[in-house]
C-alpha cells in the first residue's frame, strides 16, 4: 500500500520570505499523481498543485513550485513571496492511477505566515 | 453546479443515534469519492461511487456506514448508530474522466459536513 509522509509537522516563514515544505511517499508503481492541497481554517480543501508521474518538469503555478525528484520519491512544495493568505494546514497527496484512484493523504505541515 | 455541495455543514448527533450526509457533485462528474477527516487530520478514504455504482469501498466500516449515489439524486452517506470516534469532517470529492478516457481528473472537494456525535 502506498504512504505518504510529511516530516514537519509545522512550519513558519515571514511575509514575502520563501518556504518548502517537505513530502516523501512510497509506491511500487510507476506512474500516479501527486498532489497539494491548501486547507485554511475554514476546512475548504483547495487544490495547490498537481504533478504527473510520467512528466520531468515540475509544476508551478504563479507563487507556487514544486521539486519532483521521482527515485527518491520526493515532491517538496516551494512557497515563493508568502503572503499572509498562504497560513493554512497542507496536505500532501497520492494518487493511483487505475483502480479506484483514491487519494492517499500525509498527515499535514501546519504553516504560519509572520507579518 | 460549478462547486460540490454538501449539506448539511454541522450535525450533532448522539450516541447511537443516525446521521445522514448529502453530496451533489459537480455537474458532468460521474466520479464520487467520500474522505473522513478526524480531528488530528487524518483523512481517511471510505468510498467511491463511477455513476450509482461502487466503485472501491475498501475503507468503509460496513457494519454502520452505507452509501448510494442515485441518478437524479444528491449521494449519501449514512452511519446507523453512531459512535463517538465518528466525530469527524466528512469531505465528499468528485472527478471527471479525462477526454482521453484514460484517467480521472483531479478531485475537487466539497467544504465537508462536520459530525459531531455526543
Known amino acids: 500500500a502506498q504512504t505518504v509522509t510529511q516530516s514537519q509537522p509545522e512550519m513558519s516563514v515571514q511575509e514575502a520570505e520563501t518556504v518548502t515544505l517537505s513530502c516523501t511517499y512510497d509506491t511500487s508503481e510507476s506512474d500516479y499523481y501527486l498532489f497539494w492541497y491548501k486547507q485554511p481554517p475554514s476546512r475548504q480543501m483547495i487544490l495547490v498543485i498537481r504533478q504527473e508521474a510520467y ?3 515540475n509544476a508551478t503555478e504563479n507563487r ?3 521539486n519532483f525528484q521521482k527515485a527518491a520519491k520526493s515532491f517538496s512544495l516551494k512557497i515563493s513571496d508568502s503572503q499572509l493568505g498562504d497560513a493554512a494546514m497542507y496536505f500532501c497527496a497520492y494518487r493511483t492511477q487505475g483502480g479506484s484512484e483514491k487519494l492517499v493523504f500525509g498527515k ?3 504553516l504560519t505566515v509572520n507579518p | 453546479g460549478e462547486e460540490v455541495a454538501q449539506t448539511p455543514k454541522h450535525l450533532v448527533r448522539g450516541e447511537g443515534q443516525k446521521a445522514k450526509l448529502y453530496c451533489a457533485p459537480i455537474k458532468g462528474h460521474s466520479y464520487v469519492f467520500w474522505y473522513q477527516q478526524v480531528l488530528k487530520n487524518e483523512f481517511k478514504f ?6 450509482e455504482n461502487v466503485f472501491d ?3 468503509m466500516p460496513k457494519e454502520r456506514f452505507s452509501a448510494k449515489c442515485l441518478p437524479n439524486s444528491p ?3 449514512e452511519i446507523q448508530a453512531t459512535k ?3 466525530s469527524a469532517v466528512y469531505f465528499c470529492a468528485s472527478s471527471r474522466r ?3 478516457g484514460a484517467y480521472r481528473d483531479t478531485q475537487y472537494f466539497g467544504p465537508g459536513t462536520r459530525l459531531t456525535v455526543l
Open chain 1, 108 to 110: 499535514g505541515t501546519k
Open chain 1, 55 to 57: 512528466k520531468q518538469q
Open chain 2, 57 to 59: 469501498e475498501t475503507g
Open chain 1, 64 to 66: 507556487f513550485s514544486v
Open chain 2, 46 to 51: 471510505l468510498i467511491s461511487f463511477q455513476n
Open chain 2, 84 to 86: 463517538l470516534e465518528d
Open chain 2, 75 to 77: 449521494c449519501s452517506l
Open chain 2, 98 to 100: 479525462l477526454a482521453s
